[in-house]
């Protein structure tokens, strides 16, 4: 399709907040349960929606032994590999306390304390993702929260996955949860008899895991709201209609939700793409999920330039955005929203969702607008200090006391009359 | 009381997100209208619940010169020397665009940009709140916003209250709407034929405000669901008890439901304070209010020592936090819940409402355990940047291919397979 249609079709589709009443009223059931009766709803839930009969909600030191023998030594090295990349970009992510001394008598500053306690959710059951646990945990850690804990829902045969659980003892979390869905969330909101109240909740899950983190919103701290999976790529003649075919394909594999795009300013590429799509798809191995994902969401965009490209991108916000054009680093000042930006061809996005460093976690659904990547920034909080002394004080006293009154707020200006006097 | 009566009571108190069935139906419905009818629910809803009839949703320039003539030469002056303070505070959080290079052919980053558009809540009708509008507008220019509104409640006589008239040209905001209530948030979010679309909204509000920012959050960012507002003082013999007297009173005066909360380790202070209370609750002109505040939510705590005080101040987690001790600075590290601490005799509360720099909107009831006040940190989003070369993406292919089929995401890995090939 051409830039316009697609414009046209972005601003149709663009409304996100739909109703979900039954989901709503499913969940603030729940919450209300687990708040009233702790392990034992937790328990039930379990049984009825994960048919698992709980005995110890907690994971037990010799199951994660059991789980590092399982997934084998390649998959550990391949997990402390990441680990030492996802480090090493979040630690330039710390932040630190300053103190200034805007004039006489006057210290100001930004204090910055990592959250006491958080609580991780990583989806389980059918599908396991190790790499949520890594994106999740260290960002926490190197924000120097000391309480971690991870709930995960168990496998048909109680256990958690032995990847998830091989991930979490490699980046250093103790304490998990046999726990999903939206019980899970209200148990980290509230606490239970053995889940420990947190004061964050952040990671992933479906619409009954989403919808908790927003009820719950507001009694502790959540993330964000994720929805389906996107990638945007962006190609010009310079890029390789294989690799962009093979990076369309391992979006569109997530789910029958996640959103594929290419725009490009090359019919030629437009069509070899569309070829390649074609060809991968026959061999790939979530075959159905992929046909879905590329026939309902799927898109190829041809733009008369770059500019209308960068145009279209600004308007979608992509959460993933792969820049396939020559000489990608000058054009980043083009792009206002995305999530991440992938530059060049060699930089594909299962890089950064497993290993280059960055986060994965990233805004969806066009709120990359005003959201940012999971970050260190998501752990701490910071504390305005306010160093006055009197004759500093005096200097302003009648400033604040004209602005109090015009607020009618007369005994906060008493608080600055009354030492003025003196 | 005692230490130990007080974290009782804290603990017993502290469930914030209560049932509130009735305004979520009555919000859904206007959000729901405002979507549907644009302008022409704004109209209807102003006549509804301000009683006012509005031909115009948007302050003219006259009205603007107007408000000026009102307010007087001295309020403009202060408003200018909050402007000066607030700004300087806020430049000293601006964040960059940076860049790293952590191996041969790696390039990641993260890139800052401003939000393209924010609307700023500032609550009108009877009370008029010029603070408001300086606190919400200075961190959101500094971060470089382009589009700022702000929408307010007219006063009976459908104008827009002068001084945050005033204070809006003060800092250059020039698109004012006349609107109020869950129906400003609705036109903000989704927009109307004259309310543009905004990508965040932010701003105290009372019940209604705060609900439909709940509702509206995905759709658009939103600040924080604020609560009553909270003044903690910690004292030793060294404070002052007719300051300290003042500002629990200044904290007190803000409604009914305000808390003000001393915790003193000295019998003779707390006695002191509890007259100069009394005396000074005689002659405020807000008497009826603080009266109230103070009866039902005011306490003077008698601690056993600092230490025991501090740990109360972090479980209470105050909005406002007021150290008068000696050498109030040493003591910052006990502090690790609270939105903003104010240090010594001389730095009151309302000294920081109005004009010391730091920002007034903080985190109330309790929830400074996981937020920050409002910086220019809320007005900019974050971007991650990746480049690997081919050499560089090679390097880690295997790893990264181990994950993927972890996790059962083939396509994940055929993407990173299908460039090793070549």
Redo the contacts between chains.
Sequence with gaps: MTGKEYQAELRNNR???EDTETINRSVRDIIQQVRERGDEALVAYTAKFDHVQLTNLTVSIEEIEEAREI?GE??I???Q??IK?IK??HE??REKT?L?N?SDG???G??V?P??SVGIYVPGGK?????TVLMNTIPAKIAGVKQIAITTPVQEDGKVNP?VLTAAAEVGVETIYKVGGAQAVAALAYGTETVGKV??IVGPGNAYVACAK????????IDM?AGPSEICIVADESANP??AA??L??Q???DELASAICITTSDLFAEALQLEIQQ?MES???KAI?EQSIANQGRIVVTESLAEAYELVNELAPEHLQLMVEN??EK?SN?????????????????????????HT??TSG???????L?V?DFV??????????A??NE?A???I???N???????????A??KEN
Excluded at 127 to 131: D, I, K, L, T
Excluded at 214 to 221: L, P, Q, R, S, T
Excluded at 406 to 416: K, P, T
């Design positions: 409304i996100r907040n997934v390649s998959f090295q391949a997990i590999s990441a990349n090493g970009f330039e992510q300053w200034t805007p006057v210290m100001l930004q204090k304390t959250l006491e599908a396991a993702y190790p790499s990847y004061v964050k927003k009820w719950v919103f507001g009694d502790v701290a709201i294989k690799y093979a990076d394909l391992s569109a594999e997530h991968q790939a191995e979530r992929i990608p680093m980043l792009i206002k929203n995305a999530g991440a930006i992938f530059l060049g061809n060699h930089s594909p996005e299962a890089l950064g969702d497993y290993l280059a460093g960055p986060n990233l805004p709120t990359s607008t005003f959201s940012s990547p970050g920034y909080k910071k504390t305005s200090i306010i160093h006055y002394s009197a500093a004080l302003v009648d400033d604040i004209t602005i109090a015009a607020e009618g707020l007369y005994a906060h200006a008493n608080s600055i009354i030492r």
